[in-house]
C-alpha cells in the first residue's frame, strides 16, 4: 500500500503553462506539506497544512498555490510556469505538527520546463 | 551562514569500514534533530532522531552535542545497501518546518 502517493510522477511542460500536481496520503495524518528540492538537492519547505488549515506559507512566488480539499489530500496548482520552478517536488504528511513527528514523503514529481 | 550545514562529500568508503558524518546547526534554539536518507532519484526517508543522550540503531549511532551545536552520525561496519545520501535535519519547537541541510552522499565501495 502507498503511504502518500503523488501524480504525475514526471511532467514536462513550456513555459507559461499553468500546471496541477495531486498529493493523497492514507496515514490518517493531518498534516500535509509541500517541498521543493532544486538541482542541487537542496530541499526547501514550500507549504504546511494542518486539518485543511494553512499554517506555513515559505517565501514561494503567488504563481504556486496549493489547496487542500480534505485532511488527505494535498494538491499543488503553479500558473505561468518559469525555467526556475523545473525541480523535483515531494509532498510530506505527519501525524501532527510538533517539532518530534517523522515526516513521511510522497516518490515526488519531477517537473522539467522547457 | 546557512541554518544547518554538512559536508557534501561525496564520501567513498570501503564496504566493513566505519564512517562518521557530522551536520552543524546554527540555532541554539533548535529542539528536535533527525538523520533522513535518501537514495538516488527517491523520496527521503526517516533514519532516525537524534535524541540528547546520543542513541544507537544497529550498526547506525547518532549523537548531539548542544554546547558546539553539531550532530553527528557514525555508520559501522559499512554495507553496499548504506550508499545514499544522508540529509541532517533540525527542527525549532514552536516552529512547524523542518530545515534541511543539502545532505552528504555516502558511496560504499565492494
Known amino acids: 500500500d502507498t503511504a502518500v502517493s503523488q501524480t504525475p510522477k514526471y511532467l514536462v511542460t513550456q513555459m507559461g503553462n499553468d500546471k496541477s500536481i495531486k498529493c493523497e496520503q492514507n496515514?490518517?495524518?493531518?498534516?500535509m506539506y509541500w517541498y521543493k528540492q532544486d538541482s542541487k538537492k537542496f530541499l526547501k519547505i514550500m507549504f504546511s497544512y494542518n486539518n485543511k488549515e494553512l499554517i506555513i506559507n515559505e517565501t514561494v512566488p503567488n504563481r504556486f498555490s496549493p489547496k487542500s480539499p480534505d485532511k488527505a489530500h494535498l494538491n499543488l496548482h503553479i500558473n505561468s510556469l518559469e525555467l526556475g520552478d523545473s525541480a523535483v517536488y515531494f509532498c510530506?504528511?505527519?501525524?501532527?505538527?510538533?517539532?518530534?513527528?517523522?515526516?513521511?514523503f510522497g516518490p515526488g514529481t519531477r517537473l522539467t520546463v522547457t | 551562514r546557512k541554518e544547518v550545514e554538512q559536508d557534501p562529500g561525496p564520501f567513498n568508503v570501503p564496504e566493513g569500514a566505519t564512517v562518521a558524518f557530522n551536520c552543524t546547526y546554527s540555532?541554539?534554539?533548535?529542539?528536535?534533530f533527525f538523520w533522513y536518507r535518501q537514495d538516488c532519484r527517491k523520496e527521503p526517508k526517516l533514519l532516525m532522531s537524534?535524541?540528547?543522550s546520543g542513541n544507537e540503531d544497529g550498526r547506525f549511532t547518532a549523537q548531539l552535542n548542544r554546547a558546539s551545536q553539531y550532530i553527528s552520525l557514525l555508520i559501522r561496519d559499512s554495507k553496499l545497501s548504506d550508499s545514499a545520501t544522508y540529509l541532517c535535519v533540525v527542527n525549532n519547537f514552536g516552529n512547524e518546518k523542518l530545515t534541511f541541510g543539502t545532505g552528504t552522499r555516502l558511496t560504499i565501495i565492494p
Open positions: 537524534v535524541y540528547s
Open positions: 510530506a504528511s505527519s501525524q501532527g505538527t510538533g517539532a518530534y513527528y517523522e515526516q513521511y
Open positions: 540555532n541554539s534554539a533548535s529542539q528536535s
Open positions: 496515514l490518517g495524518h493531518d498534516t
